[in-house]
């Protein structure tokens, strides 16, 4: 069975000692623009992944991301996973293992301009150990025709920054979005299924809502 490729090979990714968020104290650095191709599928993350500032990741569609108990990602630069109906991306937990960290995104603002812009289309996320699977400090996050499923705590948490949700499902998981002074677009045909709680926004300086008002809670503004 073909146990697929490490990261390790890739172009502009360098092995090096890290202490960050993750809780992690090894990891691999990504400074320069990288690509997860189907060849590489399933990609085996072992150790932690930094994106640096100016970098971007492309994860190509139909990939499979296997990722360790230690080994989050975090993204200081941009993550496009891009997938499509017929060929989602997969972002789950390695073989034998309980869960995997998650993602975490960290740019900087400067009035309505992100230094860091992450996409995702047709991915599904599962498996999350983590308190909160994917966090956001002042970054533009996009979702569309995502999966996020079997995460126990916060699936998006969001904070200062520019979020974009659409055509996606919630599956058993804890709370759905959580976000703080931000500005905020959940748009069309969000699914919430066995979530303990849907959706909790405050502070929010500019709310776009499309055909499901009764999923959110606002406290704010």
Same mark, same amino acid.
């Given at each position: 069975m073909?146990?697929?490729s490490t990261i390790y090979?890739?172009?502009g990714?360098h092995a090096?000692?890290?202490i ?8 691999i650095?990504?400074?320069s623009d ?13 150790e ?5 500032p ?8 139909g990939v499979t ?6 080994a989050?990602i975090?993204?200081?630069g941009?993550?496009l996973?891009?997938?499509s109906?017929?060929?989602p991306i997969?972002f789950?937990r390695?073989?034998?293992?309980n869960?995997?960290?998650?993602i975490?995104f960290s740019g ?6 992100f230094s ?7 991915c599904?996320f599962?498996?999350v ?5 994917l966090q956001?400090?002042?970054v533009?996050l996009?979702?569309?025709n995502c999966v996020f499923e ?7 948490r969001?904070h200062?920054?520019k979020?974009?949700?659409a055509?996606?499902?919630?599956r ?8 703080v002074?931000?500005c905020? @677009?959940?748009?069309? /045909?969000?699914? #919430?299924y &066995? $979530? *303990?709680?849907?959706?909790?926004v @405050?502070?929010v300086? /500019?709310?776009c #809502?499309h &055909? $499901? *008002?009764?999923l959110c809670?606002y406290?704010?503004?």
């Amino acid at each position: 069975m073909r146990t697929g490729s490490t990261i390790y090979r890739l172009l502009g990714i360098h092995a090096f000692c890290l202490i960050l968020g993750l809780g992690h104290s090894s990891g691999i650095e990504i400074t320069s623009d990288a690509q997860w191709t189907l060849s590489d599928s399933p990609v085996s993350v072992t150790e932690k992944v930094v994106i640096r500032p100016g970098a971007t990741l492309v994860v190509d569609a139909g990939v499979t991301v296997m990722l360790a108990e230690n080994a989050g990602i975090l993204v200081e630069g941009s993550l496009l996973a891009q997938g499509s109906s017929s060929q989602p991306i997969l972002f789950t937990r390695a073989t034998g293992s309980n869960g995997w960290p998650g993602i975490e995104f960290s740019g900087t603002r400067v009035w309505n301009a992100f230094s860091s812009r992450s996409v995702f289309e047709f991915c599904r996320f599962e498996y999350v150990s983590n308190e909160i699977a994917l966090q956001a400090w002042e970054v533009d996050l996009d979702f569309s025709n995502c999966v996020f499923e079997t995460i126990t705590d916060t699936v998006i948490r969001s904070h200062d920054g520019k979020l974009r949700l659409a055509d996606s499902l919630f599956r058993n998981c804890g709370e759905g979005v959580n976000a703080v002074c931000i500005c905020i @677009c959940i748009g069309r /045909n969000i699914c #919430m299924y &066995a $979530c *303990m709680n849907v959706c909790n926004v @405050c502070n929010v300086c /500019n709310v776009c #809502m499309h &055909a $499901c *008002m009764y999923l959110c809670m606002y406290v704010g503004r």
